[in-house]
């Protein structure tokens, strides 16, 4: 969420966001609304000053004025009965509004509408060349049994999965691995709640505009969180922190859950694209200051870039446009991942920075030094997801025998150098 009185004060530089970033809004609409709140506010400040007045006017009243005061008193609380909520409707109706400003975006992002305009700024390592004939990772895990996608979809319908024998132990063995990284790096661990309330959700960016990606739960006030930094974003919220109390670097482990509306025909085969996964997050809350953010942002990122070499997999950094970014990101970089199968990269990791358009909308605030409060800054990046990146140390790692070496980091966590077959 924009600043209202920046909206008002730089409506060209919000038009061209809106314009950059393909946003569905009307801008002279929103300003309208805001000048009629304006207006209705002062007109109902006019009325309850006057009503004050005349209130005060009663008591001095000689008694044969005193019934026309006392009549008037009426005549304002009726006109005030009637203005207070239509304000009420147009404060809403403006809010609505305001959910869907976007941020403005970082002055070298790529401009573009879609995904097709972001660029390519480094790779890093060189796809393997293969001595045999590789399989796609729905194959090594069918001939070592490593899962079972047909009884999950039996369990829990399509888009789901089951991780069998060493498979799902290599699974818990990376999460704790990124997650010592992340303790190594000076964040917080911390385990969050898999429910969420819709207020955490608007504050967060993804309500109103990608509700249909949330599950709910019937008749309560609750929702399956899609990441953990959904209730990172809101744990501070309403509240005014000490200056001295930033930065909080958090790192949150969590199930993750996604509905994939829209996204019918797409990834429908194995681990890229399901319901519900798990993943380490990277949340940062900083002073409001573009330095830090921006510091913060190659730490992020940085971490992310040094799991992936650790896990040996080949990646390239990707400069998102600002029409693939989403509404509150101020700068995205997306680390993808090579996928030997698909003959491509694949997203796994997403650095963004917020500024704050979130503080905003979920109360996030401080007190410098001087006593002026201030809204935060935000950041966030993913430090590693599961099953997704099973896709790539799968496909990238295996032998031709079928067996999967692990990387030497993560050899440790795991016990063994090498997946092998599970008993049938």
Known sequence: MLDIK??????????????????????????????????????????????????????RAKPDERAGLIERGREIGRRLAELEPQLRDL???????????????????????????????RVHGNPRTFLFEPLDHVSLMEKNGWGDFERAAKVSGSRSYILKGDLM???QALLRFALDRMIQAGFTPMSVPS????EALYAHGQFPAARDQVYS?????????????????YLHAGEILSEAELPKPYCALSPCFRSEAGSAGRDVRGLMRVHQFNKVEQYVLCRADLEESNRWFETMLSISESILQALELPYRVIEVSTGDMGLGKYRQVDLETW?????????????????????????????????????????????????????MLLENHQNEDGTVNVPKAVQPYFGKEKLEPSPL
Do not use: M
């Open 91 to 121: 404060e809403a109706r403006l809010k609505n509004l305001l959910y869907l400003t976007p941020t403005i975006p970082w002055e070298g992002a790529p401009v573009g509408p879609d995904d097709s305009f972001n660029v390519e700024t």
């Open 6 to 59: 920046f909206i008002r004060e730089n409506p060209e530089i919000v038009r061209q966001a809106i314009e950059k970033k393909g946003v569905s809004l009307n801008l002279d609409e929103l300003l309208e609304l805001d000048r009629q709140v304006q207006g209705l506010k002062r007109t109902i400040e006019q009325l309850q000053a006057e009503r004050n007045a005349n209130a005060k006017a009663v008591v």
């Open 339 to 391: 996928v030997p199968s698909e003959n491509r990269y694949r997203e796994t990791h997403s650095c963004s920075a917020l500024l704050d358009w979130q503080a905003r909308r979920a109360s996030l605030r401080y007190r410098d030094e001087h006593g002026k409060i201030h809204y935060a800054y935000t950041l966030n990046n993913t430090a590693l997801a599961t099953p997704r990146i099973l896709v």
């Open 217 to 233: 739960v019937d008749g309560q006030d609750a929702y399956l969180a899609g990441t953990a930094e959904v209730l990172l974003n």
């Open 195 to 198: 429910l969420t309330k819709e």
């Open 169 to 171: 132990v290599y699974e």
